[in-house]
């Protein structure tokens, strides 16, 4: 684990995004759209950002490493919620898979969040939401990357 743990994903990439439709845990309809995504290094190379671009909305991430800790954490704001930065997941790269846990209320209710990063030629994430405390978690949205040249 170190600050180049995401340096597989500098560049441009097509999105293959794959989502539960309603809020996750209340909804079984999965909804599958394409997006463009870029992502640059900032900080010295200690963070990046990254931008994501799909029909009708676009959404940001903000990752920065803490030496100190040896964790990552992770930002997420989107224009379907303007002016507001979702709360940091915090985690690391242990065996060349990335796992970031976090807490945030969504529709109304109190859930903990997971990302789950495979990087590579054709890296992947997950999110996952519990309801009940960590116990049990639902995959709610998948985004698989194609490199654009």
């Known amino acids: 684990m170190s600050a180049n743990d995401f340096d597989f994903f500098h560049g441009r990439w097509r999105v293959a995004n794959r989502k539960i439709a309603d ?3 209340r909804g079984t309809e999965w909804i599958e759209f394409d997006a463009d995504a870029e992502c640059r290094p900032i900080l010295g190379g200690t963070g990046n950002v990254d931008s994501l671009h799909a029909d009708g909305w676009e959404g ?4 920065q490493y803490d030496p100190q800790r040896q964790v990552w954490r992770i930002w997420w704001a989107s224009t379907r919620a303007p002016g507001h930065l979702d709360p940091p997941l915090e985690g690391r790269f242990t065996g060349g898979h990335g796992v970031f846990f976090g807490d945030d209320v969504v529709g109304g209710h109190e859930v903990k969040l997971r ?6 030629d054709e890296p992947v994430w ?3 939401f519990s309801y009940d405390g960590g116990e049990t978690w639902e995959t709610n949205w998948i985004m698989r990357f194609t490199r654009v040249p």
Do not use: E, S, V
């Open 115 to 120: 990302f789950d990063w495979t990087p590579g």
């Open 126 to 128: 997950q999110q996952q």
């Open 60 to 63: 940001m991430t903000l990752r």
């Open 23 to 25: 809020i996750p845990g």
